[in-house]
Structures are given as C-alpha cells and as structure tokens.
C-alpha cells in the first residue's frame, strides 16, 4: 500500500481554566471555537477544539481543560513550541493585537528565512506565528481577525528532544519525512512537499531540565493520513519499527492510533474523515456541548460536573 503523511492534523495541549482558554483562543487569536465535548477518557473534563471554519485537518487546536491542575514545564522530550502560519506582511499587526490584549510577545526573529513572532497563551503554552508567503489555506473568515492578516492552520512544531539521531529514524526511516536544513542544534523536516503544516522542528537541548506534563504543555501532536486503511498500513509499519502502537480509537471526527517514539514524545495517527460536521451543521459548530453516544446516558450528571461556558456566537463576523 503506498501510504502518506499529510502533514499535522491536530495538536492537543493541556488548559486550566476552559473559559479563560476559549476567550484567548477564539478571542485573541481569532480561531473557531469548532467543538465543545469532553475527555472521553475523563468526561467530567471538557475537551475544545479550535480550527478554521470547519475545523479541516491541519488547523486544529485542541485542549483537554482541566481546572486547578498544575502547571507543567516545557523540556525534553516534548512538543515544546507550536508555530500557526500567517499572510506574510502580519507580524506588526500581530504584535500590536496581542501587546494590546493583554500578551507579551518577544521581538520577531529569522529562523531558515521565515519571520517568527513568539508568545505564550494564558497557561504558559509556547506559541509562534511564522510569516509564510505561499498557503493557499483559507481562514475563518467571520472571526475578530482580518481575514489578510487571520491564521491559516498551522506551520509546524517543534521537538525538544535530548538528542536527534532516534528521533531522526523514526521521522524518516518510518514516517517518510525528509530531511530540510539545519542550524545550530535544530533540524529541520518536512513530509511530502512541505511548506505550511508539514514541517517539523527538532531542537536539540541536552542540558535542558526535562519536560513534565501539566497546564500549558503540548499533550500530543497528531499526523494526518487519508482514510482508515491507510492508518491500518501505518499501524503495521510502527509495530514492524519495533514500536507500541495502541488499537485504533474512535475519536468521534477522526480515528487514532497512538504510538510513543523512542525520546518519549506521544504521536498519533488520525484519519482526514469523518470531521466535525458528523453530529451539528457547519453553521452551528461549537454552540453547544456534544457528546458521543456512549455518554449521553449521563448527560445530565456530566452538566452538573462541568462548569458552565460562555460560548462564543457569530454575529455579522463579530465574536464577541
């Protein structure tokens, strides 16, 4: 079977407050606000996820909220930045959004000929937005951003891993990404023809303290692939790497396998199909709280253990 990557399909970090996450994320940054659920894995916890109109692969941010948990650190082995792709030309009107909302944002800088503007959400999350002059990817165009300077999707991530030589193996020898370039002690990826959602960064920091889980750290960073057979292929090539690989998961929007790669960074495979338009219209995307249906027996236990939400609503383009 002649098997692809196509690039990031999601990122699932971890959140404190759901509601102070959802003003920065939809608010400040000008993402949809896509779907409202929970944790299947601890549904007494919202899961939100953030994307483009419809949330297509590739634009999807995601938060499992936990309120009150700890704050994590942001070290080896894990995803330790994750940069969104904007119009080139957008760093000056970002600086000046984010600075006037309340965000300190560092001075921009050049990394392999792209402008990089970086900054953290409320949780301590490390975030960039990189300039890039071809993305063809269209934004949400009725958010609070101008639609010439809104987010694309996302560029890429980086890993901070120990070393690069088994994260290198995995990336190339059983993903098929290809090496790009390198500088100082990060290196540089891309799968299929790059650009835009299809690059991977891995920083080398040996002397960093290492990563622990917690608030504003990246949980997972999830490859897309086209369809379920495809993730079955992918599925026997990880085992065959001498990988674990978990069973497939319905996640609702996508199916999952998950695999760890030898630093200890969580991957996952998700599928393109079937998306978030699977159980509410386009137009109605992130209005209400959604469930699967092994859980809507307890719907109304779940509400009563699940702080309320002001969810975001779409008037003549404005989020308020």
Known sequence: ???EILGIHHVTAIAGDPQTNIDFYAGVLGLRLVKVTVNYDDPRSYRLYYGDERGHPGSIMTFFAWPGAA???IGPPQVSVTAFSVPGGS???WAQRLDSLGT???EPIDRFGGRVLGFADPDGLELELIEASEDPRLPWQDGPVPVRHAIRGFYGVTLAEEGYQYIAKVLTETLGFAPVQDQDARFRYRVGPGGPGAIVDVLCVPDSPPGRMGTGVVHHIARRTPDDS???GWQERIAGAGLNVTPV???????SIYFREPGGVLFEIATDPPGF?????AERLGSQLRLPPWLEPVRTELLQALPPL????IHQGVVP
């Not at 338009?277 to 219209?281: F, H, R, S």
């Open 1 to 3: 079977m002649n098997m």
């Open 71 to 73: 704050s994590g650190r």
């Open 91 to 93: 760093l000056e009107y």
């Open 104 to 106: 300190m944002v560092r």
């Open 230 to 232: 495809q993730q079955i």
């Open 249 to 255: 998961r319905n996640r609702m929007y996508f199916h």
């Open 277 to 281: 338009t699977t159980d509410e219209p």
């Open 310 to 313: 002001d969810l975001p609503t």
